[in-house]
């Protein structure tokens, strides 16, 4: 080997050696391509071009073409030809052949090689333009070659890594989502197994207190017998009163920390809704308050426990009565959506309840209420819970207090 070709074959070794993806970015290692190989062949302009469809964008330039990665049309152009011939393509004076496609403004001699993966997929090309008239040798085309080979490894291997990385974000997003979903039903376990232990503990006390509560209400009914005086027949009737609501207060615990058990069966909800304004019609908190209902026309049916759903309509509206101001309607809303659920809207006109509280009145032995027992709510949010539902609440010196209750028209209930 003559000392020219010697040295000629140590540059290129020198650049390639140089050459190293994995110490920097793709558009670093294409721009040290294309730089290279306006070195080794002496040319005025090489770039590399990224071809999809019938575009091809400039991924690396020997020249400053702005910040921007310029995209142009790709039929028509020399570029063009070289895709689809899929092999090596040298003109040394285009002006001599006009039919392999028009180079760039200025330039008359082009060099192109595609981009071509092992599996034979051609990604882009690398372009060599001069402005004046001029040869290709073998060794030139060789070398351009050789660069297109390492330009096309690299970019093939840089969509595989980007299809690793967004195959790693979407497993991590699910990973994550499944995680969370784990931890809900983890939650939801301990939760019930807690209720469950609370449920049987509370049953416990419960049957413990009423019977010395019942031996008690039997003495006081017992004086109601008897002629007192009138501060000893007060005294009396507090206590009665007090035994009544500390009976209840038990029933209440009871309910609220036993698992809730839904028999399950289709019904008209329209009617249900019916049937409770003429129950609650005869309660004095309704005397002056009429309920108004918005329902559909058509009857609305799902599937749910008709009795523990009653017990939740009737303590909402019922609770609707007490704040709301005398002689303003409370308005219950019947809606249905294409999506598969109903909503009921119960709204009443009154003072509003201050945003700290909203969260807290399904908190058991929360009441706002003098003399509440504070389960009320807290029992019918479980029971919407069961039933795969939500309670919301919004309250504002505008608006007005809203109970809106979401229901799936076939419910499963929470095992």
Known sequence: MNPQCWNESQRILSILASLSYRSGNLQDYLQAIAHG???????????????????????????????????????????????????????????HYPDFGEPPEGYLAYLGVPLCTPQGKILGTICSFNMQPRQYRNEEIQIVELFAERAATAIDNYALYQIQQEFNSRLEA?????????????????????????????????????????????????????????????????????????EMLLSEILLYAKPQILNQEPFDMSALGLELTHILEDLPETEDKPILW????????????????????????????????????????????RE??????????????????????TQPFYSRKPGGT???????????????????????EEEGTTVLVTLPWESTPVK
């Open 37 to 95: 190989v306006s070195q080794l062949i002496a040319s005025d302009w090489s770039v590399v071009t990224l071809c999809d469809d019938d575009h091809e964008r400039v991924l690396a330039s020997t020249l400053d073409l702005g910040d921007e990665e310029p995209i142009y049309i790709l039929h028509g152009t020399i570029t063009h030809r070289v895709v689809q011939l899929g092999q090596a393509l040298w003109v040394e004076d285009v002006r």
């Open 174 to 246: 699910e990973i994550k989502t499944r995680t969370t979903q784990l931890e809900a039903a983890q939650a939801q376990l301990l939760e019930q197994a807690r209720l469950v232990a609370i449920g049987e503990f509370a049953a416990m006390i419960v049957h413990e207190l009423r019977n010395p509560l019942t031996t008690i209400k039997m003495g006081l009914n017992y004086f109601c017998k008897l002629t007192l005086p009138p501060s000893s027949q007060e005294r009396l009737t507090l206590a009665l009163e007090e035994s009544k609501r500390l």
């Open 294 to 337: 918005k329902m559909p026309p058509q009857p609305v049916i799902i599937t749910g426990d008709r009795d523990k759903l009653k017990q939740v309509f009737f303590n909402l509206i019922q609770n609707a009565c007490e704040a709301g101001t005398p002689y303003q309607p409370i308005t219950c809303q019947l809606q249905t959506d």
């Open 340 to 361: 598969g659920w109903i909503r009921v809207s119960i709204h009443n006109v009154g003072s509003p309840i201050p945003p700290e509280d909203i969260p807290k009145l």
């Open 374 to 396: 504070g389960l009320g709510l807290a029992i019918v949010d479980r029971i919407i819970a069961a039933h795969r539902g939500q309670l919301t609440i919004s309250s504002s």
